[in-house]
């Protein structure tokens, strides 16, 4: 089998498409074959060495997937041949909150990932995919996906009439205004780029800010609220978390899940010690989060925005995509049916 696996250090450069034994599967485990991996910032991250620069090497990358199962262990029961499915990203992350064993399980560092054509999975670590997307689609699930709805519908319990500003246009920012639109909020969507703004408009955004055209945009983004806004999805970091303060409304959430625009702040606290201002940080979720993102998904029809899908033999341009910050939605690389 094919796998995608950073070898010889780090660095876009040593990504390798390499053959590897097809892997048996033990008693509780099933044998998945990948037709479809989604792409993270997270994998880039890794690729880079900036993640995590002491993760061991070798390391097959990707945290998402969408598959079929092939095989199964003599005592599986939750899954059966057939089924499509999608591991979840922290394999020992079922239900509850993170821990740091969880920490420890996932995929794409410092577990092997995602980018293999074969996935040996635990029958525990996966979830069946919502009959109405193909594998593709299914596959930006895993990360963006529930990271997207368990910060807007489990941690913030955004309603219908109340208001969402998010920033930007990756997948969970994009996934983030599918659900506030489905859920009947009021959504501002703050993009570098007026093109992706116009875009994001197409796609049910209420109101649409270009940053590099009003770089302080957290007064007018709250004003479009009203009060302000009930939530902020914030995934630039330290760049964009002043302006978010400064949109969200008293007694609001800013969902930190992102420091695209830097790890570390100077922040003036005040305002969020005035306002009562709630900032929770954001890690994916658990395989309940996943079932109950695909409950949400089934009944509401969503559907993914991809803005582009590979070949695993162009595995490195995808990565040059992602980490090029010019895609509208989730780049993905398929595996050849």
């Not at 994998?43 to 598959?67: C, F, H, I, K, T």
């Not at 963006?144 to 709805?149: I, K, L, Y």
């Not at 400064?246 to 007694?251: I, T």
């Not at 582009?308 to 690389?333: L, P, T």
């Amino acid at each position: 089998m094919r796998v995608v696996c950073l070898r010889g250090g780090f660095g876009f450069e040593n990504l390798t498409l390499e053959e590897r034994p097809l892997p048996t599967c033990g008693k509780n485990q099933v044998l998945v074959r990948v037709r479809a991996v989604s792409l993270n910032f997270r994998d880039v991250l890794m690729a880079r060495g900036e993640y995590n620069p002491r993760q061991p090497l070798p390391l097959v990358l990707g945290s998402d997937a969408a598959g079929e199962v092939i095989e199964r262990g003599p005592s599986v029961t939750r899954v059966r041949l057939g089924d499509r499915v999608c591991p979840i990203f922290a394999e020992r992350w079922l239900v509850g909150s993170v821990t740091r064993d969880a920490l420890r399980s996932t995929r794409g560092g410092p577990l092997d990932g995602t980018l293999s054509e074969f996935l040996v999975v635990d029958e525990q670590a996966l979830v069946a995919a919502p009959s109405h997307l193909d594998f593709t689609e299914a596959a930006c699930l895993p990360c963006a996906g529930v990271t997207a709805h368990r910060a807007v519908r489990e941690l913030g319990g955004l309603q219908a009439g109340q208001s969402l500003v998010t920033i930007g246009t990756g997948g969970v920012s994009l996934f983030a205004l599918s659900f506030a639109r489905a859920l009947g909020a009021n959504i501002v969507v703050v993009s570098r780029s007026l093109e992706k703004a116009e875009r994001a408009r197409e796609l049910g955004a209420t109101h649409t800010l270009c940053s590099r055209q009003t770089p302080s945009w957290g007064k007018l983004a709250r004003d479009l609220c009203g009060e302000g806004a009930e939530q902020v999805v914030e995934v630039g970091g330290a760049g964009t978390l002043a302006e978010s303060v400064r949109a969200v409304r008293p007694g609001g959430t800013i969902l930190l899940i992102g420091v695209l625009a830097g790890g570390i702040a100077e922040l003036d606290l005040r305002p969020i010690l005035m306002q009562d201002v709630r900032i929770q940080g954001v890690f994916v979720g658990s395989r309940a989060s996943f079932e109950a993102m695909n409950e949400f998904v089934s009944k509401h029809a969503v559907r993914p925005v991809i803005d582009r899908v590979f070949a695993v033999e162009d595995v490195r341009a995808a990565f040059e995509r992602v980490a090029s910050g010019e895609q509208f939605g989730k780049v993905c690389i398929e595996f050849a049916m």
